[in-house]
């Protein structure tokens, strides 16, 4: 699987949007972005994931680009219930295996 | 609550000892998934089970580590003759798709 890039940490404000960025440089065609997140003394949460369109769900959008080696995870209206760490995560479609977490980016939501 | 439960929440023991966990995935998924997460990293991958089959383990996973998966329901994961450096995070995860794995809230381990 290929290998993501994020940054550490982020702030961001109560009820404004949060843009997390990613890099995967290296994906091939058959790998899917797939983006988790961890909220404090929990397990991670599954959010949203995609093959190259855009993606929306109730809790965030996907955007990926055109050659995608980056993409952006949208959280549009942030709360104070989003601040966690947020894992960007290259996987192989059709795949039961393992998912491989980086360091992810500690995203602080302040009021 | 993602209905994955994992007891006990918290283990403290002693160097040497051995300690085992147990993981309740959701009732009908039928892959169940170990990681291993310590302070300010991601999780780590150790193994997964495709029903009562161990079907991938990590190198992770030394000798002192074994898991089990009878009858495809619960879990356990065991760590004979423990060491300072298994503190961690062991985390429990199953799923019925390929898109999404549901974790418990994890098994925090002290070895003093």
């Known amino acids: 699987d290929a290998k993501t890039t994020q940054p550490p940490s982020m702030d961001c404000a109560e009820g404004r949007a949060a843009n997390l960025p990613c890099n995967h440089s290296t994906i091939s065609g058959n790998e899917y972005v797939y983006w988790y997140r961890q909220i404090h003394s929990q397990g991670p949460q599954y959010i949203i994931h995609?093959?190259?369109n855009n993606e929306t769900n109730e809790m965030a959008s996907l955007i990926i680009t055109e050659d995608r080696k980056s993409s952006t995870l949208i959280l549009p209206h942030a709360t104070l219930r989003d601040t966690a760490v947020y894992y960007c995560i290259v996987r192989v479609t059709d795949s039961w295996g393992k998912l491989q977490f980086g360091a992810g980016t500690q995203v602080v939501v302040t009021p | 609550d993602t209905g994955v439960s994992q007891d006990p929440r918290h283990k403290i023991t002693k160097r040497g000892q051995n300690v085992t966990f147990r993981c309740d995935p959701i009732?009908?998924?039928?892959?169940l998934y170990w990681y291993r997460q310590t302070l300010g990293q991601g999780p780590e991958f150790l193994t997964y089970?495709?029903?009562?089959?161990?079907?991938?383990k990590s190198r992770l996973l030394s000798d002192r580590f074994s898991a089990e998966r009878p009858k495809g329901s619960f879990s356990t994961l065991e760590i004979q003759r423990t060491e300072q450096g298994d503190s961690a995070m062991y985390l429990c995860?199953?799923?019925?798709?390929?898109?999404?794995?549901?974790f418990g809230p994890g098994t925090r381990l002290t070895v003093l």
């Open positions: 995609g093959l190259k």
């Open positions: 089970f495709q029903n009562e089959a161990q079907l991938e």
């Open positions: 995860a199953s799923s019925l798709t390929y898109n999404e794995q549901f």
């Open positions: 009732s009908e998924h039928n892959r």
